[in-house]
């Protein structure tokens, strides 16, 4: 495969970063991968698990010369890292990112940016419950979905290379607005991200189940649960700080069909119930269909990166 950029620069060595990593190293897409993280000891990890050609000690240093600079941190951290490394982007530079919301990283990254630096927001809908370097694996993307946000006006070029450079990852790259992307992914991650916290934590309040009942007696529905609510805590913090108005929407439509459901149960409505639970397998179903999920326990995503 040929190489599409001669030198990227990953900030943030997280289940992301060191995925990418992986498979840049194993597809030969790239000359060179040069990546900085906060502590040194994820930095000399990095390192180690050769997925870094080399590690920066700053994100400034990290950047000089790269052709595409991935920003890998939690949203909330985004600004800071754009305000260091923008006066040492390089001319004719892409930078895109991996945040789970996109107008809010629009926000907080385009102004940073020097003119002649060409910035494409970008999300893989890729993760496992595992986090950190060690955590990533090369077949994170494997026919997963990278959704890139451009920015209206922005150069035509970067955005296509940036696609092809997706695409040599494994993913399939879909084109959407900030906007649209934000209020997707309240209904496919966001939203059910909260409602699963939510239940755990219900689990956990409720005084009359004791807590060796709740790990024992697991079934399917709460172990899927737990393993979404077992995600990156700072991430998800940032991600609902970030996109409230699309979350609040789908968590109230999310209310008035539970409290409609709620009602049904009250009156033994068991035709409403059937029809409604008929409605909704029939989306799993697609779900497995289009192949973004399989048997497996990890859920489709590779091993797992839990190695």
Request: charged share 25%.
């Amino acid at each position: 495969m040929s190489v599409i950029y001669e030198r990227v620069a990953l900030i943030g060595l997280g289940l992301i970063a060191s995925s990418m990593g992986h498979a840049m190293k194993r597809d030969g897409i790239v000359g060179e991968v040069v990546g900085f993280a906060k502590t040194q000891e994820t930095r000399e990890t990095a390192l180690k698990l050769g997925f870094l050609d080399s590690v920066a000690e700053s994100a400034a240093d990290a950047v000089i010369d790269a052709d595409l600079v991935v920003i890998c941190v939690p949203v909330g951290a985004m600004e800071t890292v754009a305000r260091e490394i923008g006066p040492h982007l390089k001319s004719g530079a892409t930078v895109t990112d991996v945040g789970s919301v996109k107008q809010a990283v629009i926000d907080v990254v385009g102004p940073h940016l020097p003119d002649g630096v060409h910035f494409v927001p970008g999300h893989p809908l890729a993760g496992t419950e595992h986090s950190g370097p060690s955590a990533g694996f090369a077949d994170l993307f494997k026919n997963r979905w990278c959704v890139l946000t451009p920015l209206s006006g922005g150069d035509v070029d970067a955005s296509a290379r940036l696609r092809g450079f997706w695409e040599a990852l494994g993913a399939n790259v879909e084109i959407m607005t900030p906007d649209h992307h934000d209020l997707v992914l309240a209904v496919t991650s966001h939203a059910p991200h909260l409602i699963a916290y939510t239940m755990v934590g219900v689990a956990d309040d409720l005084s009359r189940v004791t807590d060796k009942e709740v790990v024992d007696f697991s079934a399917a529905g709460f172990r899927d649960f737990t393993r979404i609510a077992a995600s990156d805590p700072t991430m998800w913090r940032d991600v609902f700080l970030n996109n409230k108005e699309a979350t609040l929407e789908i968590l109230g439509r999310f209310t008035e069909e539970l409290f409609d459901l709620q009602r049904a149960i009250r009156r033994g409505d068991g035709q409403q119930l059937h029809d409604y639970f008929t409605r909704t397998r029939a989306i799993r179903r697609g779900i497995i269909d289009a192949g973004q999920d399989t048997d497996a326990g990890n859920f489709g995503r590779g091993d797992g990166g839990a190695k």
